[in-house]
């Protein structure tokens, strides 16, 4: 039931950033996360999860997209 709140408070945090403020999308997923991580009183495990998202194959398909869609 906890994770389902948490859901609940970063697609809210995400509505308000996104479509109030007019903002785009990786600025409220960002805020999102922060809010999040604030709640939850994680900031220590930050670096864990950067650790992990840098570690997985979709930030290189991600970074491989975005350049060959500049070249």
Same mark, same amino acid.
């Given at each position: %039931?906890?994770? &389902?709140? $948490?859901? =609940? *408070? %970063?697609?809210?945090?995400? &509505?308000? /950033? +996104? =479509?109030?403020? !007019? !903002?785009?999308? @990786?600025?409220?997923?960002?805020?999102?996360?922060?809010?999040?991580?604030? *709640?939850? =009183?994680? /900031?220590?495990?930050? /670096?864990? @999860?950067?650790?992990?998202? #840098?570690?997985?194959?979709? &930030? $290189?398909? #991600? &970074?491989? +997209?975005?350049? %060959?869609?500049?070249?």
């Amino acid at each position: %039931m906890e994770s &389902l709140s $948490y859901l =609940g *408070i %970063m697609l809210a945090v995400m &509505l308000v /950033w +996104f =479509g109030l403020f !007019r !903002r785009p999308v @990786y600025e409220a997923a960002l805020v999102s996360f922060l809010v999040l991580l604030t *709640i939850t =009183g994680n /900031w220590s495990s930050i /670096w864990v @999860y950067a650790e992990s998202a #840098m570690s997985t194959s979709l &930030l $290189y398909s #991600m &970074l491989s +997209f975005t350049v %060959m869609s500049v070249v």
